[in-house]
């Protein structure tokens, strides 16, 4: 199996609801997004997908989360803005647009802070 890594960025405010700590107070994060690919074959020049691809899809699906305040944005006007819920969003938005032939995203990681992070991933993953 091959998994490439693609790295992204974006900012935005967020509020958790019912959540007794300071997280319940507006505040603001550089979230990193790292977005996983799998497959297990190559292309005939050697390559699971070209980076720059996923990057562009991955930019794309984020701009809709730059600079906005997450709790006004669906479905987080409905459900916690959290970075658990935050990666299972992206990882079926980017699944959407990436997923064919032998390639699947194979998870999504979503930190907002240097130190703390939350990844979704759906199915058996073997050395996560
Ligand atoms: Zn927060």
Not at 43 to 63: N, P, W
Not at 88 to 111: A, C, M, Q
Request: proline share 5%.
């Amino acid at each position: 199996m091959f998994e490439l890594t693609i790295t992204s960025q974006f900012a935005a405010a967020h509020q958790l609801r019912n959540f007794k700590q300071k997280c319940e107070r507006l505040h603001g994060h550089n979230w990193r997004v790292d977005v996983c690919i799998r497959s297990p074959e190559l292309d005939t020049i050697g390559l699971v997908r070209d980076f720059g691809e996923i990057k562009e899809t991955t930019r794309q699906v984020l701009q809709e989360l730059d600079h906005r305040f997450l709790n006004e944005i669906p479905p987080f006007d409905d459900l916690n803005p959290s970075s658990e819920l935050l990666a299972r969003y992206l990882f079926k938005r980017l699944s959407e647009r990436i997923d064919g032939g032998p390639i699947r995203v194979s998870r999504v990681s979503v930190w907002e802070s240097e130190n703390s992070c939350a990844s979704y991933w759906e199915g058996e993953l073997e050395n996560p």
